[in-house]
């Protein structure tokens, strides 16, 4: 009976595992949710806690405290409202992208004191949106996407009692889109009217990551931790791709040997690429403190920065040299139009800068089994106002979190077969309007983002 009991929570649980994974993943920060429901309802002040197996994100070395096997599997459903107002129109646009977050994770202790672990999150995402027909900012982008996705393994060991290290290796999936317009304007010849392109970039590239981190228990009420990871840099390939509107590529206009459309000449000057860009996931080192005053009550305090600096800037280029761009527009229609293809190399002065994220917690234990959580986070833009724009518009947040969540026994009948983790978070981000000096996009951002989820997790 308990090994038939066994066998169904385990299915059960990987069944929930690979379905979430399945799901499609639309983020818009690169650092607003958290990958673990218990920790998301801390405000994130997770890294010295570490007492589930999402520790194989938030600290490797907590792993070294959990006996026996863990599996647990995370889901958040959310939405954002990002809008911008450009004073010179006097008009609003709005990205208004949903998300779905998963995660799978899973640890074995197979001797005291030493654990091993497997997980797969996402960390570092975004995705904006501009769809409105009328949205000025086209240029510069109409979408941009961003998805990070990490395969971590991990190690932990208690050194000392109460004192635990642990080492973990990422193999980080990295995959980009960007579409924005691309204004053709031939120098000798006059159109009929304003011909834009939209240029899309589809890229994806593999990198190589290590966390190093520590947990020790000074007290049975103090605990610390800290995780370094390194920064991972990432090589990017595919394509960039060229559509046209229809009604402006009907227009005639006046060619080398007589008329021709425009169409035809967007397909001869226009032609997909085969493109590579490099982008580096940052550097970041969280340090934090988990205190337990009185038998019921645990504070949780975070500090993290992330080396946003070397993320490098948002750019792809042609494998072909400016001159081989486009052989079918050839030395002729260049000196007639007065124009040759300069698109090789596409991109936006992505400046990102240093930021620091500030989280707190509080848990409240209501009996033996239950819990009431809730937390507090600040989370400070990585964009100065000079440089913001709407490829990435990143805000000053101020993150509220709530949840609860059960764990205890989990029953065959009458028989105790294992632990049952069951976590529920609420999380709502609020950001004040912050004004953007970005020359030719003077505009005004603003901010809302809320966030729903659960965890549910077996313990054997």
Excluded at 46 to 71: C, E, M
Excluded at 105 to 131: C, E, H, M, T
Excluded at 248 to 271: E, H, K, M, R, T
Excluded at 349 to 378: I, N
Aim: glycine fraction near 10%; charged fraction near 20%.
């Amino acid at each position: 009976m308990r090994t038939r009991a066994v066998r169904k929570g385990f299915a059960f649980a990987l069944a929930l595992g690979l379905a979430a994974v399945s799901l499609p993943l639309r983020a818009d920060d690169f650092l607003f949710y958290e990958v673990g429901a218990r920790a998301a309802a801390l405000g994130g002040a997770f890294t010295a806690r570490a007492d589930d197996v999402t520790a194989i994100f938030y600290n490797p070395a907590g792993l070294a405290f959990l006996k026996g096997l863990r599996l647990k599997t995370n889901l958040a459903i959310g939405k954002r409202t990002n809008n911008i107002y450009l004073p010179e129109y006097d008009v609003n646009f709005g990205s208004n992208p949903r998300e779905y977050l998963q995660n799978i994770f899973l640890s074995w202790q197979p001797v005291k004191g030493i654990s091993l672990g497997l997980g797969y999150f996402s960390p570092y995402n975004f995705d904006s949106l501009w769809a409105s027909p009328y949205w000025t900012g086209d240029e510069i982008s109409k979408a941009a996407k961003m998805r990070s996705y990490n395969l971590r393994t991990a190690l932990s060991i208690e050194v000392l009692k109460g004192l635990a290290v642990g080492v973990a290796l990422d193999v980080v999936s990295t995959s980009v889109h960007w579409e924005h317009s691309l204004l053709f304007e031939p120098g000798n010849v006059t159109l009929p009217e304003e011909t834009k392109v939209s240029c899309r970039h589809l890229l994806s590239g593999h990198g190589l990551g290590f966390t190093a981190s520590a947990l020790w228990k000074v007290l049975p009420a103090v605990q610390v931790g800290a995780r370094y990871q390194k920064s991972v840099a990432v090589k990017l390939t595919g394509q960039n791709e060229f559509t046209f509107d229809m009604e402006a590529a009907q227009n005639y206009i006046p060619g080398p040997d007589g008329y021709v459309s425009v169409g035809f000449l967007l397909g001869l000057f226009y032609v997909p690429q085969h493109v590579t860009g490099k982008l580096t996931l940052p550097q970041e080192l969280a340090c934090g403190v988990a205190l337990t005053p009185i038998p019921r009550l645990s504070l949780y305090l975070d500090v993290q920065w992330d080396k946003w600096s070397e993320f490098g800037p948002w750019q792809f280029s042609s494998v072909n040299t400016d001159e081989n761009l486009a052989p079918g527009f050839n030395s002729t229609y260049r000196e007639f139009y007065g124009i040759s293809p300069n698109y090789g190399t596409q991109g936006v002065d992505l400046m990102l800068r240093d930021s620091v994220k500030f989280k707190s917690g509080a848990e409240y234990r209501v009996g033996r089994w239950f819990a009431l959580r809730a937390g507090f986070a600040r989370n400070k833009s990585s964009i100065k106002a000079a440089d913001r724009g709407p490829l990435y518009p990143d805000l000053d947040y101020n993150v509220y979190t709530f949840g609860g969540g059960y764990e205890g026994p989990m029953y065959d009948e009458d028989n105790v077969i294992g632990q049952l983790s069951l976590d529920l978070f609420v999380r709502y981000g609020s950001a004040a309007k912050a004004p953007s000096m970005l020359s030719g996009m003077e505009a005004i951002y603003g901010a809302k983002r809320w966030t729903v989820g659960a965890g549910l997790g077996f313990g054997f």
